[in-house]
């Protein structure tokens, strides 16, 4: 919106944009919800073949090594022509963490499958009586030997009952304090004796995320990243990363589209007082675009967001919901309507985006944690 | 988020802090409801730093004043001017200049606009309501050479000006003028503001004027002087509500109740934090449209929503600064209640957040 494209860059898009037109099944565009594996995953595996797969990842690894402009674009075009969602925990978050934290055994053992997509990670972070307050978490690893025992339950794993591997902070010292100090980051097989998976379903009617179940599963020692209870440095060490990712203005762009195409539908269009409140969401999808440009930027300039990356996620977590909002009134009538709503303008899943978007101000950490970080650590108030 | 910017525009950015150093809420109180409520000799400072001249190509202003820099430097300036409450109408100014400079030979003003000997502000406004700043009812008649407006521009920063540039409608669409205050046929009747400063009603009855041709890579001087101002008071608004906050977070620091400061309290935080998000929001906006856009070639639609989102936001923040602050806020004595001032005049400046975001529904293609 604010980048113009240099000449080679508009080649990149227009390469990107042909190949996906090419190639992306028509079944699979335009998705609200994420499709299930066997629907999903040839795409993923398309995609690798390609060599795309991975745009930020280094090409020793796999990767694409694009610059953060063409994965600029990558997003751009993958929005554009309406591209599912894919399970992301393996390329954003355990790829990474791997990259800078993992043994050269654990990158040979697990780099190539999440390129390949030949296995499927989650992130085994929040536990029943461990949301905001993570750092409470109690899923007990004891280090017997060469190997942990790991005893515990882990929730709203997404795509668990789906995954492989799950990468979890567990505690390994009940003693420490504080209590992150005796936090470890593990590698688990999902397929070990000793677990059990159970879906849960969502008020959007799909079963995103699950919980899981850890009775004397055994890890081997070599599974474990990093340190010994060094696990919440290496948590937090890509979160910087992660909201950026998540709050890319595309997803607000594409609502933008269907709060127009239910507009135009039901005719409220035309009626001054919602083009105010149309307006007045577009300026800040604007306004996202340009914080999300500005990020990058510093990011290109090696400057490391930190703690303030909270502003970004905020802000377009908040934005998705009070665009939702509006996709609801333009519906009208028709806003609960299961499934997706045919218009002579287009077809709209109105019910389920608008629940889907109840997650984002939860997932990654709940709009009032994020608060409470850019209080004490960006705005330095007193504790 | 900070800026990345260049070592020049750090130095800059530095130069135009150290101005504001010696302006402050103090000196603008002094300011208020004096005539000029600025100091000339200050006005004139900024034109010696290079300000006023700021996006004047050095090479065909015939002067080499000119500083020919972009909106990034113009913004960062007015950034300063906004955060130290100055009262020398700097971005007006500045802006005028810019216009006065563009055609091929530049107006007679230039130099003095430029030096702050003079200065030459825009009258673009024609209602409260806000208006399409490209269908004015002022009308300009006659020859090039022998131009005459007659009409009525409201809400003129006309304290200490010299001359106007005046949008009027002619034969051939919106065109952009010049007219002197001392003109035969141009009467100004002021009000005073809440912030100290005075705005004025701009009678033109047959004035002659001169023609401000477009810039060459402009479409419409009218629509390219228009969108330069809202960028310039949006900078200036970035500039206050971020002052404001800092203001407010250094209380929510040392005020203490309930044996505690204030700012311990999680409601207060989430406030605090409330009026930064949107203070970021409105520098991104700001500082992305000003570094990817020529100063004479601003996309409409960008410069609409940067003033839509800076004057909403800086009422807002300005609002919240107040209530955190207490009783104490609600004081004269308390400068916090200034910054909400200048952001009332600002914000409502060439259009209110309500009125752009009237205009954005149809040059943004929004119903289409």
Same mark, same amino acid.
């Not at chain 1, 060094?230 to 709050?247: K, M, V």
């Given at each position: ?5 240099? #000449? ?103 780099? #190539? ?222 806003? #609960? ?47 | ?147 005459? %407006? ?37 009467? %100004? ?180």
């Amino acid at each position: 919106m604010f980048r113009r494209d240099a #000449p080679a860059e508009a080649e990149f898009r227009m390469e990107v944009r042909t190949w996906l037109e090419a190639n992306l099944p028509v079944a699979l565009r335009g998705r609200t919800t994420r499709p299930p594996p066997a629907e999903l995953m040839p795409w993923y595996h398309t995609l690798s073949r390609k060599g795309w797969i991975a745009p930020h990842w280094p090409s020793e690894y796999g990767g694409m090594g694009a610059t953060l402009n063409q994965q600029i674009i990558m997003t751009e075009e993958l929005a554009r022509i309406g591209a599912p969602h894919l399970p992301v925990q393996g390329l954003n978050h355990i790829g990474p963490i791997l990259m800078e934290f993992g043994t050269d055994a654990q990158k040979t053992q697990h780099l #190539p499958p999440i390129i390949a997509g030949t296995v499927i990670w989650a992130q085994g972070y929040s536990e029943p009586g461990a949301g905001s307050d993570l750092a409470s978490l109690s899923t007990r690893a004891t280090l017997e030997g060469d190997h942990f025992v790991v005893q515990g339950h882990k929730i709203w794993t997404t795509w668990a009952h789906h995954s492989d591997w799950m990468f979890a902070l567990v505690r390994t010292d009940p003693q420490a304090q504080p209590r992150q100090a005796g936090i470890s980051f593990l590698l688990i097989d999902l397929h070990s004796p000793g677990i059990r998976i159970r879906p849960i379903k969502t008020i959007a009617g799909d079963d995103e995320f699950s919980e899981v179940f850890f009775d004397g599963v055994i890890v081997p020692a070599e599974n474990l990243v990093g340190k010994l209870h060094d696990g919440w440095r290496i948590a937090n060490a890509l979160l910087g990363h992660e909201r950026l990712g998540t709050s890319n203005p595309q997803f607000a762009l594409t609502a933008l589209e269907q709060i127009k195409t239910m507009a135009h539908a039901s005719g409220i269009m035309a009626d001054p007082a919602f083009q105010d409140r149309l307006a007045a969401a577009s300026i800040n999808v604007t306004a996202l675009s340009a914080m999300f440009s500005h990020a990058v930027e510093l990011t290109n300039h090696a400057r490391s967001l930190g703690p303030e990356s909270s502003v970004l996620k905020i802000f377009a977590s908040e934005l998705l919901q009070t665009l939702n909002d509006l996709l609801i009134e333009a519906a009208g009538g028709h806003a #609960p309507t299961e499934g997706l709503i045919s218009t002579n303008f287009g077809a709209v899943d109105v019910a389920a985006s608008f629940l889907q978007s109840r997650r984002v101000t939860i997932y990654g950490g709940s709009s009032e944690i994020q608060r409470n970080v850019l209080a004490r650590r960006v705005l330095n108030l007193p504790s | 988020m900070d800026l990345h910017l260049t070592s020049e525009q750090t130095l800059l950015r530095d130069s135009a802090a150290k101005f504001i150093a010696a302006a402050g809420p103090k000196v603008a109180r002094g300011f208020r409801e004096q005539d000029p409520s600025f100091a000339p000799a200050r006005l004139r400072r900024a034109g010696e730093l290079g300000w006023l001249g700021i996006l004047v190509p050095g090479a065909t202003d015939g002067l080499g004043l000119g500083l020919g820099l972009g909106l990034t430097e113009l913004a960062l300036v007015l950034e300063q001017a906004g955060r130290g409450l100055v009262c020398e109408p700097i971005g007006l100014a500045a802006i005028s200049a810019a216009a006065l400079g563009q055609g091929r030979t530049p107006h007679p003003m230039l130099e003095r606009v430029m030096t702050g000997v003079a200065l030459v502000v825009p009258a673009l406004q024609e209602s409260a309501f806000g208006d399409d700043p490209l269908a004015p009812r002022t009308q300009v008649a006659g020859q090039d050479g022998a131009l005459r %407006l007659t009409g009525k521009k409201m809400f003129v920063c006309a304290d200490g000006a010299d001359g106007f540039l005046v949008s009027a409608s002619g034969r051939d669409g919106p065109a952009l003028c010049y007219v002197a205050r001392d003109t035969p046929g141009c009467t %100004l009747s002021t009000t005073q503001t809440v912030e100290g400063r005075k705005l004025a009603t701009l009678s033109l009855a047959d004035a002659p004027a001169d023609l401000i041709p477009p810039h060459p890579s402009s479409q419409n001087a009218v629509d390219a002087l228009h969108n330069l101002a809202l960028i310039a008071v949006s900078a200036e608004l970035l500039g206050v509500m971020e002052k404001a906050q800092e203001v407010t977070l250094d209380y929510l620091r040392i005020r203490k109740q309930f044996g505690k400061p204030i700012g311990s309290f999680q409601a207060l935080q989430h406030q605090a934090v409330n009026i930064y998000i949107r203070s970021e929001a409105t520098r991104s906006l700001v500082f992305q449209i000003a570094a990817n856009a020529d100063a004479y070639r601003i996309d409409s639609a960008m410069a609409i929503a940067a003033k839509a989102k800076a004057s909403e936001d800086a009422l807002i923040v300005t609002q919240a600064c107040i209530q955190l602050h207490g009783a104490i806020g609600f004081t004269d004595e308390h400068d916090i209640g200034l910054y909400l001032k200048r952001a009332m005049l600002l914000s409502s400046l060439f259009g209110n957040a309500a009125a752009q975001r009237r205009r954005y529904v149809a040059i943004a293609g929004l119903t289409a």
